[in-house]
């Protein structure tokens, strides 16, 4: 049994696996006899935030961190370390954000509360459009799964960009000269040279808790935090300490922060819904960014930029298998989630706007996952 269950948590989709379980069991408690009890433990305060803040301002600076360290690594010495390998993930991101964000526009434009969660369709669950391409083992070349990998970073860094710009109300300037002195510190602990664990995590708390009281979502910390890790360690028999944190970090965040999440925001009770909600604009808008937006966005930026001749298709990849995975970008669940929790402040906007991710997410990994299998079978016959 032991070694069954260890098997099983080194299995690539098996982060997906555990985040969808979660989320499941989220939906389940909040529409049970457990509800009174979900909510409640939710909404209790420990330290002066409730347990929902300290998941989603706390752990949830955890995975930007994992992301941050992720992106910064990519850039340097990854997938996207030359801007060659960035043009065709980065204009594919582009488009994945913009086209999603003006179809949703198009269903709330009319109402000015609602119009603020125009990014939420934007985003690439990672983990799970990643899960879904493990499940197809062989049948998809190495090339789409770098591609992915790529274009789901891109994706996150143009998010991280805008929730600091378009999602911070007011921003307290005494405690933002004391998150940038901080900062500076923690570059200066860079470029001496330093190694060590403990200044780094000292000093990233503190940053922390400065850009939670700027006003400034606190999970942005985490990103900052995570570009001033040491990549490059000259002359050093030693591992750099960004892969060193990466790796002590990619199992806690895809099997606990990332879960514990998703079971806290995925819980919106049915009760009192009816089968109308479906056409509620933030509903369509959220599920039709996502569904419709991101696979339109990225393949017609693809399919673009290679006919016009400035990039190429991922090698051995299909026109058909570049499609599926353009439909598995719509796959929004965790970042789309999140980004609804800081564009509404209404309980019922919000539970909406989870409705429209289910669908949204829902649909586009089904899709992908057929579109890719069939295209699989196609190119190995």
């Known amino acids: 049994m032991k070694n069954k269950i260890v098997h099983f948590f080194s299995l690539e989709p098996a982060a997906g696996i555990m985040l969808m379980i ?25 330290g002066g935030m409730s347990v929902s803040h300290w998941i989603n301002d706390g752990l949830m600076a955890v995975f930007f961190l994992f992301v941050g360290l992720e992106v910064k690594r990519e850039l340097l010495q990854g997938e996207l370390d030359t801007n060659a390998k960035r043009i065709l993930p980065g204009l594919a991101a582009f488009g994945g954000l913009v086209l999603p964000a003006l179809i949703y526009a198009l269903f709330n434009n009319h ?19 990643l899960g879904v391409l493990a499940l197809l083992g062989s049948r998809v070349p190495a090339s789409l799964k770098i591609f992915l990998t790529a274009l789901a970073i891109m994706d996150d860094l143009a998010v991280i960009v805008v929730i600091a710009l378009f999602y911070t109300e007011s921003i307290n300037f005494i405690y933002l000269i004391l998150a940038g002195i901080t900062l500076a510190a ?46 490059r360690v000259p002359d050093s028999i030693e591992e750099a300490p960004l892969l060193t944190w990466e790796h002590a970090l990619e199992n806690p965040v895809a099997f606990f922060v990332v879960p514990v999440f998703g079971f806290a925001n ?14 509620e604009p933030v509903v369509l808008g959220i ?8 696979q339109i966005g990225i393949f017609g930026v693809v399919w673009a930029t290679v006919k016009m001749g400035w990039t190429s298709l991922p090698e051995n990849a299909s026109w058909l298998q570049v499609y599926g995975v353009a439909l598995l970008c719509g796959i929004g669940f965790t970042m789309s989630l999140f ?33 890719l299998r069939y295209a699989g079978k196609n190119s190995m016959a």
Do not use: M
């Open 111 to 129: 109402n000015p509360e609602t119009i603020r969660g125009w990014a939420v369709p934007a985003a690439t669950d990672i983990a799970f459009a």
């Open 22 to 46: 979660a989320a499941v069991l989220g939906i389940v408690a909040a529409n049970s006899a457990l509800s009174v009890h979900y909510f409640g433990i939710l909404n209790t305060y420990v």
């Open 186 to 231: 923690l570059f200066s602990l860079n470029r001496k040279g330093i190694l060590k664990t403990a200044p780094y995590l000292l000093l990233g708390l503190l940053l922390w808790f400065f850009v939670l009281k700027t006003g400034i979502h606190a999970t942005l910390a985490g990103v900052l935090l995570a570009f001033a890790i040491p990549l």
């Open 287 to 294: 599920a039709a960014g996502l569904f419709v937006g991101k």
């Open 339 to 371: 980004i609804s929790l800081l564009a509404f402040t209404d309980p019922a906007i919000q539970d909406y706007s989870k409705v429209g991710v289910f669908l949204g997410s829902i649909f586009s990994g089904v899709a992908g996952y057929l579109v």
């Open 266 to 279: 995925a819980g919106v009770s049915f009760a009192g819904l009816d089968f109308s909600v479906l056409f």
